[in-house]
């Protein structure tokens, strides 16, 4: 950054010289100039601090981001898993039941047999 600061001095007050009224406005121009180019100096400083800053929070963001994508992914698989689970299960108990109702009917038909 110094050396954008150094470079933004573009008027040598020290080194100009003459008696002209026009070397006085020269002056005043120079001047000026060198304030504004300061100041730009400055700006560029910050705009890089504000890149630099938001840089390191991307990165940082990135990083978040992965390990939620990874447990996301473990989520779901355990969702998944209980789905099935659950799904399995149900299926087990529609069988036992339906193997009750058939058994029931079979005892009841039995005992009006009887």
Excluded: H
Aim: hydrophobic share 30%; net charge negative; glycine share 2%.
């Amino acid at each position: 950054m110094d050396s954008i600061r150094k470079k933004c001095s573009t008027y040598d007050s020290e080194n100009s010289g003459g008696f002209l009224k026009a070397s006085s406005d020269l002056k005043q121009f120079g001047e000026k100039q060198n304030k504004y180019n300061t100041m730009l100096a400055e700006k560029l400083e910050e705009l890089e601090n504000r890149i630099s800053t938001l840089e390191a929070e991307q990165k940082q963001n990135k990083e978040l981001f992965k390990r939620l994508a990874n447990e996301l992914v473990s989520f779901k698989a355990d969702v998944d898993r209980l789905k099935l689970t659950a799904k399995l299960n149900t299926n087990t108990i529609d069988r036992l039941v339906k193997a009750i109702d058939i058994s029931e009917e079979a005892s009841s038909s039995e005992t009006e047999d009887n």
